[in-house]
């Protein structure tokens, strides 16, 4: 599981990418550079959220399924999103 360990942190600053797809469908990409740790301090890292769908319709959105997760740099990926990991 690629978020093990993440539920100690208590805040991440996180970047959001969200990129059209097709028929009111975006993929959503959300990464973070930086954390807290329980005690407050602030430290760089390299982490992502898992890859989802978004959905607006009108004046509803849902998020969809998730597309995928990334991995830290030099690990292997379970599944390929786009060419890259």
């Not at 760089?44 to 991995?71: M, Q, Y």
């Amino acid at each position: 599981e690629p978020y093990v360990g993440q539920e100690e942190n208590e805040q991440y600053v996180y970047s959001w990418l969200v990129l059209p797809a097709k028929n009111g469908r975006f993929v959503v990409i959300a990464y973070s550079n930086f954390s807290t740790t329980p005690d407050g301090t602030v430290r760089k890292i390299k982490s992502a959220a898992p890859v989802v769908e978004l959905i607006i319709d009108d004046t509803h959105t849902r998020l969809g399924r998730i597309l995928g997760t990334f991995k830290p740099a030099g690990e292997s990926c379970d599944k390929k999103i786009g060419p890259k990991c």
